[in-house]
Structures are given as C-alpha cells and as structure tokens.
C-alpha cells in the first residue's frame, strides 16, 4: 500500500507529461514513504499515452489510466482517485504550476489534523512567481466571491488544480461528486463541508502556465452553471 498517491489528469499533454514525470520522479526519490503516480490519460489525440507508458516503463511505481470518453479534467481527477489506492491521494496539474515539491505542505496537514487540503494562490504568504494575465486574475476572484457566497465560505480560492486528501475521504467525497468540468473542486470541497471534514488552505508557489487551456470567457460560465447546478442540487437535498 503507497503511502501517497499522485493523481495527474492529461489530455494531449505529449509535450509537457514527459519533463513533469521526471520532476515527480526525482522528488519522489528523495522522499521516505512509497508512493504511485497515476497518469489519466484522458482520450488523447497526440502522443501522451505513448511518453507515459514508456516512461513506466522504466519506473514501476508510475503507470497509466486510460479514459474512453472525454467529459472533463474533474471526471479524469474522479477516475484516478478511485483507481488510487494510497493512504493519502492528491492530484496535481500536468503542467505542475504548483512545484510538486509543494506537496509536502499538504500533505502535513493531512497526516495532522485535516482530512483535506488544498494549495492555495490567494493567501498573504502566497508567491505567485508568475502571475496570470490582469483579467484571468479579475474573472478568478470574481468567481470565488461568488463561490465563497454560494457553497464554499471561507477558501479564497478553490481552483488551484493541487489538492490532498486521506485516502478514504477521497473515495467518499469523489464516489459522490457528479460535477466533470472545471468546477468539480467545488462541488468536492462543499461536500467536504456538508461531512464535517477539515480543510486546510496552503499558501503555495505558483507559476503561472501560458499555454494554460482554459478559456476564460466559455469556461468561466460553465462554471457559473454548474455553480448554479450545485445549490439546486443541495436545495433539493441531493448532497444529503
């Protein structure tokens, strides 16, 4: 049984996956615990597949998990942690804009008095190395306030893609989540909340990535939406 889990969702990463596997690679030879690292490959249409698999194949504690179907990161996050079988499981971007040496910081806590934790880019003792664009900034704290007034209070930012957990927490909270798109850290931190679960915000380092796929104007209202989906879904006693 690894003691961490690493879930890193991909899609036509062929480009990037290779440099941040052996960036996790090295971190993890330096650490005292076992640990796997799962790759969703989430239906590539480049080489993804093929850099990961030879790259487990010279390292056993990686490996791939293919998806047949694509409908979004949050559904290839579900998948990997539920295929995870640490005691502890977090997911990170495939473009590592939080070091993945930052995991030790969320993993304390975790191992201390929080079931969940969760980097963090807006907090005073935050480095943002490099910053996003002014209005990926603006459109990103406008959402948060909406989502600190209608789910989540008090996590000034709940869409860093970095995130830890105990590893049953994890099966619990990702059995139940039903949101795939970007908003799913949502929906799984309010769950989170509805249980009694403790969560932990970590000021972590941040690199901003300019090859960043999210477009602000389209995904940002499908987060709306789905923001929408999560309180109608608690009002009508879904999440009980």
């Keep these: 049984m690894p003691h961490l889990s690493i879930i890193i969702p991909a899609h036509n990463e062929q480009d990037r996956v290779g440099p941040t596997l052996e960036r996790v690679a090295d971190y993890l030879g330096e650490q005292p615990y ?29 490996r791939r998990l293919r998806r047949d179907a694509h409908p979004g990161k949050g559904a290839a996050v579900r998948a990997g942690m539920l295929e995870a079988s640490g005691d502890y499981r977090l997911f990170s971007d495939a473009d590592l804009s939080t070091p993945i040496e930052e995991t030790a910081k969320l993993l304390a806590a975790c191992e201390g008095d929080y079931e969940v934790a ?10 943002l190395a490099v910053r996003q664009p002014w209005f990926r900034e ?31 927490v994890a099966e619990e909270l990702f059995e139940r989540m039903t949101i795939t798109g970007f908003a799913f ?43 929408a989906r999560i309180r109608w879904r608690s009002l009508r ?3 009980r």
């Design 237 to 239: 006693g879904a999440y």
């Design 138 to 168: 603006t459109m990103g704290r406008t959402f948060n306030l909406m989502v600190q007034i209608g789910a989540v209070w008090g996590i000034r930012d709940t869409q860093c893609g970095f995130k830890c957990f105990r590893g049953a």
């Design 118 to 127: 969760v980097a963090s880019r807006a907090l005073p003792e935050s480095n």
């Design 185 to 227: 850290d949502v929906e799984i931190l309010f769950l989170a909340r509805k249980r009694g679960y403790r969560i932990a915000e970590i000021p972590v380092t941040w690199i901003n990535s300019p090859k960043s796929r999210v477009d602000p104007i389209r995904d940002s209202l499908r987060m709306m939406r789905d923001l």
């Design 34 to 62: 076992e640990a796997e690292v799962i790759v969703v490959d989430d239906v590539s249409a480049d080489h993804t597949g093929g850099v990961v698999d030879a790259f487990a194949a010279q390292h056993p504690a990686f």
